[in-house]
């Protein structure tokens, strides 16, 4: 067998950990890609290595563009990439959450940035992916930095991300689509194959150990209300909260599925609360570096 690496150890482990806020249809389409990187067996087209970035650009001045934060003038935009299936960590072909907040973070603390914007493009991931982002974000602006999400596909943990910026700006009236607000758990219960091949699946658990993984015992019976009570309701009530919170004054309740998983295309989307403004990513920027300058005033 041969020895995984260690980017594939990590993306497996955070995979079988199993909670997702994932648009279903992306979830679906997702099933053969977890199952390459659950495969330790599994070879990998290199030539779909990861670009370097983060891009840097000044857009009230000129439209240059720049790869290190040194060469560029104050007043800079910092623009990160999130796109496809969010994961806590990366590959050699996609970075994981981990590491864009690495540099959200030092884009933060650089002198030359005075704004971020998130070029989001995702219909959600692991719920583990989130943490570092947020925590990221609320430096940036701690720091006095705008932050301001651009997105595309912006479904579930995506949309988590957006909330916690500034503005959310759809990037066209086309195919931009926002919500997905839910949480969702996918397994498969490979006992009974395994069974029917001649293997007996025995769990022994100590007598003091009686609730331990309760919740997924009685799920592979059939039994989902303590898994939903105790692991998806509490994360779906947080992440409803958190939209209430992020979006208030601007959130229409009162739109049915709003809260409970129904998407919605760029034009609703704005309509109903869930974003501000549809426009190109130029106009993203320099709303940030507009906030970025209210912000410097404010400090």
């Given at each position: 067998?041969?020895?995984?690496?260690?980017?594939?150890v990590?993306?497996?482990?955070?995979?079988?950990r199993?909670?997702?806020?994932?648009?279903p249809?992306?979830?679906?389409?997702?099933?053969?890609?977890?199952?390459?990187?659950l495969?330790?067996e599994?070879?990998?087209d290199?030539?779909f290595?990861?670009?370097?970035?983060?891009?840097?650009?000044?857009?009230?001045?000129?439209?240059?563009?720049?790869?290190?934060?040194?060469?560029?003038?104050e007043?800079?935009?910092?623009?990160?990439?999130?796109?496809?299936?969010?994961?806590?960590?990366?590959?050699?072909?996609?970075?994981?959450?981990?590491?864009?907040?690495?540099?959200?973070?030092?884009?933060?603390?650089h002198?030359?940035?005075?704004?971020?914007?998130?070029?989001?493009d995702?219909?959600?991931?692991a719920?583990?992916?989130?943490?570092?982002?947020?925590e990221?974000?609320?430096?940036?602006?701690?720091?006095g930095?705008?932050?301001?999400?651009h997105?595309?596909?912006?479904?579930?943990?995506?949309?988590?991300?957006?909330?916690?910026?500034?503005?959310?700006?759809c990037?066209?009236s086309?195919?931009?689509e926002l919500?997905?607000?839910g949480?969702?758990?996918?397994?498969?219960?490979?006992?009974?194959?395994?069974?029917?091949?001649?293997?007996?699946?025995?769990?022994?658990?100590?007598?003091?150990?009686?609730?331990k993984?309760?919740?997924?015992?009685?799920?592979?019976?059939?039994?989902?209300?303590?898994?939903?009570?105790?692991?998806?309701?509490?994360?779906?009530?947080?992440?409803?909260?958190?939209?209430?919170?992020?979006?208030?004054?601007k959130?229409?309740?009162?739109?049915?599925?709003?809260?409970?998983?129904?998407?919605?295309?760029a034009?609703?989307?704005?309509?109903?609360?869930?974003?501000?403004d549809?426009?190109?990513?130029?106009?993203?920027?320099e709303?940030?570096?507009?906030?970025?300058?209210?912000?410097?005033?404010?400090?």
């Amino acid at each position: 067998m041969r020895p995984q690496a260690n980017w594939q150890v990590l993306l497996s482990h955070e995979i079988k950990r199993g909670i997702f806020m994932m648009n279903p249809v992306i979830a679906i389409g997702m099933a053969s890609f977890f199952q390459k990187i659950l495969d330790p067996e599994a070879n990998f087209d290199k030539s779909f290595e990861r670009e370097d970035y983060p891009s840097l650009s000044r857009y009230h001045d000129s439209d240059d563009t720049y790869s290190k934060y040194d060469d560029a003038p104050e007043g800079s935009t910092a623009l990160f990439h999130i796109t496809g299936p969010m994961f806590k960590y990366g590959s050699w072909w996609a970075y994981g959450t981990e590491e864009i907040a690495q540099m959200i973070v030092a884009a933060a603390l650089h002198k030359n940035i005075s704004s971020i914007v998130l070029r989001i493009d995702s219909g959600g991931g692991a719920v583990s992916s989130l943490a570092p982002l947020i925590e990221a974000i609320k430096l940036a602006k701690a720091k006095g930095k705008s932050v301001v999400a651009h997105v595309d596909l912006c479904g579930s943990c995506a949309y988590y991300i957006a909330c916690e910026c500034d503005l959310t700006i759809c990037s066209n009236s086309i195919s931009s689509e926002l919500g997905s607000i839910g949480v969702m758990m996918d397994f498969w219960d490979l006992i009974p194959y395994y069974e029917k091949e001649g293997f007996k699946h025995h769990s022994i658990y100590a007598d003091q150990s009686e609730d331990k993984n309760k919740p997924f015992k009685m799920a592979l019976e059939g039994k989902y209300e303590l898994i939903k009570t105790e692991y998806l309701n509490p994360l779906a009530i947080d992440f409803q909260n958190h939209v209430r919170e992020s979006r208030a004054g601007k959130l229409n309740e009162k739109i049915p599925g709003i809260l409970n998983g129904k998407t919605f295309y760029a034009k609703e989307a704005v309509e109903h609360g869930l974003a501000d403004d549809i426009g190109s990513l130029s106009m993203a920027i320099e709303r940030a570096q507009q906030l970025a300058t209210i912000n410097s005033f404010s400090i």
